[in-house]
């Protein structure tokens, strides 16, 4: 069975400062997909960023940007000139490429990102 | 606008009673699902659908069960709530691959409902 492991239950930065959350995952897959979500406040799920295990290149989305490790099975996040609107938990996902399936996500236990003003 | 609806946002309700965990999503997508975000914040799988008619169990054992009888809706029911089910339940949708040239490994939450059961 798959495990993605977070081990910052809580990390704080100032506003404009750059921020990293970690994750390591654990599978014996060789294809894979992996996610980070954000959860505000309000609680509805919202995708930060993906990225695909057969792609070498780390996936990047305006502010946001990943350090895909596959060797070291570690996919950190990276969170560029940080704005208060950033604050909430973050959940790293991982979900295997099933060629269409419908199997699930698997998350941990996510990281509560705090923004000092 | 293309989204995806549950419906209560909170619920709460005494020991027995049977309840209705209503998820609806105007996206087309085939595949649905239904996460328990436990009070530490933890998600789990409890339930996904391929399609209509499929229903599967997830990796966490719920005593819970979902029926698809239409590609929109994915209800979950609870025939006799207990306080071990006080949780946050979160639907999702996502799509096949292939069809109309959609992302198939991108799950779309809902807001979740908020269930406390005294």
């Known amino acids: 069975a798959q495990t993605v492991t977070q081990s910052q239950p809580e990390m704080s930065v100032q506003e404009a400062e750059t921020v990293t959350l970690s994750c390591t995952y654990d599978?014996?897959?060789?294809?894979?997909?992996l996610f980070w979500y954000k959860q505000p406040p309000s609680r509805q799920m919202i995708l930060v960023i993906r990225q695909e295990a057969y792609k070498q290149q780390n996936a990047t989305e305006n502010r946001f940007s990943v350090n895909f490790q596959k060797a070291a099975k570690s996919f950190s996040l990276k969170i560029s000139d940080s704005q208060l609107g950033d604050a909430a938990m973050y959940f790293c996902?991982?979900?295997?490429?099933?060629?269409?399936?419908?199997?699930?996500?698997?998350f941990g236990k996510g990281t509560h990102l705090i923004i000092q003003p | 606008e293309a989204d995806i609806y549950q419906t209560p946002r909170y619920l709460v309700i005494g020991t027995g009673k049977k309840i209705t965990l209503e998820c609806s999503q105007t996206?087309?997508?085939?595949?649905m699902y239904w996460y328990q975000q436990d009070p530490g914040m933890e998600l789990h799988l409890i339930h996904y659908?391929?399609?209509?008619?499929?229903?599967e169990k997830g990796d966490l054992s719920s005593e819970s069960t979902v029926s698809r009888i239409r590609t929109e809706h994915f209800p979950l029911t609870l025939e006799s709530a207990r306080p071990s089910h006080t949780s946050q339940y979160l639907c999702?949708?996502?799509?096949?691959?292939?069809?109309?040239?959609?992302?198939?490994?991108?799950?779309?939450f809902g807001p979740g409902t908020r269930l406390t059961v005294l």
């Open positions: 996206m087309g997508h085939d595949k």
């Open positions: 999702a949708s996502s799509a096949l691959l292939g069809a109309g040239g959609l992302s198939y490994n991108e799950q779309f």
């Open positions: 996902a991982y979900r295997r490429y099933s060629g269409g399936g419908a199997d699930g996500l698997t």
């Open positions: 599978t014996s897959e060789s294809d894979y997909y």
């Open positions: 659908s391929y399609g209509v008619n499929s229903t």
